[in-house]
């Protein structure tokens, strides 16, 4: 028994200082995946554990013509929309949160009566979801199964309750998320097979293709089982024979390998009892099929069922969300918190299997590691905000994603900006890592190599841009200290030329501070300039941003509200002038200077909240609330946008994230902003302060990292002073000082 405790154990992530200890699962009802499945929240509530490969969720994304829910008619990047219906399957490894469609494929299916293969006749409606922390169930109208769903790290159980008759279990590699095609199976025995499925092509980029290997075992010995596949139309013979259930094939005498664009397999049974389950156990590897088996057999022992490795899901997610506690505010409010935190800890997500191997990456070889590997590092959303949190909470996960970042780099020669699974997809803009790796190293995470770390920033700031992967427009940035238009169009994505300045305005900003800490002062100088250079894009006229025309004009014509519904816009990416304009978290004050001092910076960033030129679910623009906490006597403006924000954009619907939660950059917004504070300059270690939605909150830190194992933020008043220990805060305090003193009071 111990033994099998042990295996079992091993498949949770482990935490240190004792978190189980704090494991109590009532925190678990405050969480609902179905927050943030709809209105492009791209959310699923499929289970996962924390951090985990392995994700399985509820497919509904490609269903019946009459339906119109096929993903090829739109363009969909999650596997499951809350305002859907017509369910056709489990997908495993699924991303959360994105923009993009990839992943979500090896889809699991459960029917009833004769084998059909076509996913548009076998999908069916289903009623009766319920989702909680890794666990997702749902019965299948058309056959009247109870099909559930758990996970482990790199694992997944699926349990389908039969009704008597026949039934059947369909492995389909044809559909899923993904824009790659081509697949394989390998028939292992009469319950098991493993095989693997092409992935890739992520935002456009047609190099970001990688396979993901999969094992699977059926708990029950089929009647029959075998192969489908997809035929082409076959010339001149069609009269001969005429593959079963319409344009698929099925193969019930083959039992070797087969490869194809659109396959699958099937397993088949005559005879079941009323009420019979049947469980089907999926492990999976980006290295190799051996991989997968090994991740299956280690993570789901023999002798383990479907309802002990729930129990540990749910345990792995109690020890974690229970490292911040809060008390008072109301049901809602605890509903929006935990399941913004939930969804925090799902990107990054590990890569290495159990015996240590990952793909390397933009690599066919395998490394090692003794730690853990992360990946899906979508950075220009998440130096904002998630990583900070981890920093704060999570800080040995931190770690962990900073060592990833490091090794990239070592393995190819540059740190990532949107890696995904081995491959760099070059997805948005900016050199977003730098400001992670900086932002960890000031707060006292130091277990990574920082003279690489180091040698890696000092590379993408000063290549020349025909030599440099992460800022191939470099070179008019250093000449003239700005980009102008049609520098750079590779992205598929327009002319961004204002938005990249912008993004390497930050990145050289924090890398000032280190150079200068490694004494390269001339470098440090250098970059300090630099990160001033957003100056040559403020225009008067238009009191915005402006982009920049080769010869140093302005663009004219120009609209600043043009980009507002994402529509194509010269300079920016995804979003107008206005939500760029106050994005220079660095040099605020200087920024107040050019808009004339004071009074009209206030009055004019007020306009964007009041005028309905901020947006929710955009990036550059989400600190703009914070802004009010760098002048003198407007902090309450801060407190007021901050509070109507969450009530408007933050709720408990389906529709309850404004937009892409982005890998959980939104919903780190949500957290910060109920607790109180938010890093509002990405590589500087600080906090803009705000009124807690909470009584008290409290975090416990981690003291392999922190000298404390707790901080509390405590709601004893809204007049707007605050106390950290004993001292007056004003609305902006350092790290190292609330660290140092271990509350913040608000009287």
Request: hydrophobic share 35%; net charge negative; glycine share 10%.
């Amino acid at each position: 028994m111990r033994r099998y405790l042990f295996s079992l154990l091993s498949a949770a992530a482990v935490l240190p200082f004792h978190a189980y200890e704090r494991g109590d699962t009532a925190v678990l009802r405050y969480v609902d995946p179905f927050i943030g499945t709809t209105n492009f929240g791209t959310t699923n509530p499929g289970a996962v554990v924390p951090n985990g490969l392995m994700s399985v969720s509820p497919f509904n994304v490609t269903g019946s013509e009459i339906n119109r829910y096929d993903k090829d008619a739109r363009w969909w990047s999650t596997p499951y929309d809350a305002t859907n219906s017509f369910f056709t399957g489990f997908s495993h490894v699924n991303l959360s949160g994105v923009g993009c469609p990839e992943l979500g494929s090896v889809v699991t299916m459960a029917t009833t009566g004769p084998l059909n293969v076509d996913y548009r006749d076998y999908g069916t409606t289903y009623t009766g979801e319920r989702a909680t922390p890794g666990y997702y169930s749902l019965s299948l109208d058309k056959y009247g199964i109870k099909a559930e769903v758990t996970a482990t790290r790199r694992t997944a159980v699926e349990r389908y309750t039969f009704p008597a008759g026949e039934g059947n279990i369909l492995v389909n590699l044809g559909i899923g998320l993904t824009n790659e095609t081509g697949g394989s199976i390998r028939r292992i025995s009469d319950t098991e097979i493993a095989g693997s499925r092409l992935m890739g092509t992520f935002c456009y980029n047609p190099d970001a293709v990688f396979p993901m290997y999969f094992a699977l075992r059926v708990s029950k010995t089929p009647t029959a089982s075998g192969f489908w596949k997809k035929q082409p139309p076959m010339q001149g013979v069609e009269a001969e024979w005429t593959p079963d259930n319409g344009k698929y094939k099925i193969y019930k005498a083959y039992g070797r390998d087969m490869s194809g664009d659109d396959l699958g397999y099937w397993f088949s049974y005559d005879s079941l009892a009323a009420d019979e389950q049947i469980e089907v156990r999926i492990g999976v590897s980006f290295v190799s099929v051996e991989n997968a088996i090994e991740n299956l057999d280690a993570e789901q022992p023999a002798g383990s069922g479907f309802d002990s490795i729930h129990e540990l899901a749910r345990a792995d997610w109690a020890a974690h969300l229970n490292r911040i506690e809060v008390e008072g505010g109301d049901e809602r409010q605890r509903r929006v918190f935990y399941t913004g935190l939930y969804h925090t800890l799902i990107h990054p997500n590990i890569l290495q299997d159990v015996n240590g191997e990952y793909p390397v990456m933009e690599s066919a070889e395998t490394g090692h590691t003794d730690r853990d590997r992360y990946t899906v590092f979508s950075l220009w959303d998440t130096y904002r905000n998630l990583h900070q949190l981890m920093a704060l909470v999570y800080p040995e996960k931190q770690a962990d994603m900073v060592n990833s970042m490091v090794d990239i780099y070592k393995e190819w020669g540059w740190l990532p900006k949107w890696e995904l699974y081995g491959r760099e997809t070059f997805t948005m803009e900016g050199d977003p890592a730098i400001p992670v790796i900086i932002d960890t190293w000031r707060k006292g995470i130091r277990d990574f190599d920082i003279d690489t770390a180091y040698e890696a920033m000092r590379k993408s700031a000063t290549l020349p841009g025909k030599y440099n992967r992460m800022r191939p427009d470099i070179d008019p940035y250093i000449e003239r200290g700005y980009i102008p238009l049609g520098v750079h169009q590779g992205d598929n994505s327009g002319d961004n030329s204002v938005s990249h300045a912008l993004e390497y305005y930050v990145a050289d900003n924090a890398l000032a501070w280190l150079a200068a800490e490694r004494g390269d002062r001339e470098l440090a100088r250098e970059l300090e300039k630099r990160a001033k250079g957003y100056r040559h894009y403020y225009s008067k006229e238009s009191g915005t941003l402006r982009p920049l025309n080769d010869d140093g004009s302005f663009l004219s014509p120009f609209d600043p509200r043009q980009g507002e519904n994402f529509e194509p816009v010269p300079g920016f990416h995804e979003g107008s002038a206005w939500n760029y304009t106050f994005f220079v978290p660095h040099d605020v004050d200087g920024l107040v200077r050019l808009m004339g001092g004071k009074k009209p910076f206030v009055e004019k960033l007020q306009r964007v909240f009041d005028t309905g030129l901020y947006d929710p679910a955009n990036e550059p623009d989400i600190a703009y609330p914070y802004l009010f906490t760098r002048i003198k006597g407007e902090e309450h403006r801060t407190r007021k946008e901050v509070s109507r924000l969450l009530d408007r954009y933050f709720t408990t619907s389906p529709d309850g994230i404004p937009g892409n939660d982005d890998t959980g950059t939104m919903s780190a917004w949500a957290v910060f902003s109920m607790m109180g504070l938010y890093p509002d300059c990405p590589g500087v270690p600080e906090y803009a302060l705000t009124l807690p939605a909470f009584d008290k909150v409290t975090i416990h830190l981690n003291p392999d990292y922190y000298d404390t194992d707790t901080l509390t933020i405590e709601r004893l008043g809204d007049e707007g002073r605050i106390l950290s220990g004993n001292r007056d805060t004003g609305h902006r305090i350092t790290h190292s000082d609330l660290i140092k003193g271990g509350s913040l009071r608000h009287y």
